[in-house]
């Protein structure tokens, strides 16, 4: 069992940065693959961005890439979320999720999910 805390969410003006973290519990946090994802009101949730359990492999959905950067630190069981120059089409609930696959580039089969940390945008 993984317990993820989402956090670093809030209001940023465009153009802005925001850090997200996301702490897991479980001493087996480096064996996970680890993803984060998005929510818009009314649209179906996205994935965001994703980084292999060492670290070595990360992609990026194209909305996001050039922009955002995802890390990890194996040691402190947390995965981070750097995003630059945001835009109001990031406003979003931001998910980060442990998962036990990344093939095909895209972490898959991801079993655990925080409960997420709002991100808003102004224009």
């Known amino acids: 069992q993984v317990q993820l805390v989402e956090s670093g969410g809030g209001l940023v003006q465009a153009g802005g940065s925001l850090r997200l973290s996301c702490a897991a519990s479980?001493?087996?946090?480096?064996?996970?693959?680890m993803g984060w994802f998005r929510q818009a009101p009314g649209k179906e949730r996205d994935f965001v961005s994703g980084?292999?359990?060492?670290?070595?492999?990360?992609t990026y959905a194209d909305s996001v890439k050039g922009r955002f950067t995802i890390s990890r630190d194996n040691a402190a069981n947390t995965v981070y979320l750097q995003m630059n120059s945001v835009k109001p089409e990031d406003t979003a609930l931001y998910y980060c999720?442990?998962?036990?696959?990344?093939?095909?580039?895209?972490?898959?089969?991801?079993?655990?999910w925080g409960h997420g940390t709002q991100v808003t945008v102004s224009s």
């Open positions: 999720a442990a998962c036990r696959y990344f093939t095909g580039g895209y972490p898959r089969q991801c079993d655990y």
């Open positions: 479980a001493r087996t946090f480096a064996t996970y693959h």
């Open positions: 980084i292999s359990w060492s670290g070595g492999s990360t």
